[in-house]
């Protein structure tokens, strides 16, 4: 597979961090701010802020992926620690906000009418299904760029080879950095 360009990739390595940070951080400040002032202690509040989030999710997820792809074609460790570290915490806050909506959705059912019960239970299932997904993803792709994190430094060093290797002091080929 032809390698990219290491000319193309530092062109557009700043531009495409500016745009994919802005689609996931933009996505998650425009729910705070269509929500504004937070009301923690009533449920609609909540509730908008869990299905705003996971209409987000997709807009994040595709942001941090292309963010951490071009993080590690740029040989980035700051900007894969910078990746890593918003997985992590975005990761575990949709994974807390799964459980929050698991336990406001059981707290209005008795609410909802017997007829749309059936309905209410498919929209809760999935919803609260693309919410640990997303969780799940981000700690994932975290653990990808905190691996390449390493590998980059392990690089930058000079320690090529596998452990145990007597081999130290050759570059790598930018294709074989990293096999996540």
Known sequence: MPQPSTDLVNRLRIPAYIITAYMAVGSLLDIGATTWPPLTHDLRWRLAIES???GASGTVLLAVLIFLAFAWTAANRLALGIGFAYCAIVGVGYLAESVS????SLQIKGQVAADQLSRYNVGMVWTMSRLLFTGVALLYLGIVAIR???RLGETERGVVAGPGSILVGRSAPAADRVKV
Not at 101 to 104: I, K, Q, Y
Request: aromatic residues 30%; hydrophobic residues 60%; proline residues 0%.
């Open 148 to 150: 390449a994190f390493r």
């Open 101 to 104: 909506f698991a336990l406001d």
């Open 52 to 54: 705003f989030s996971t």
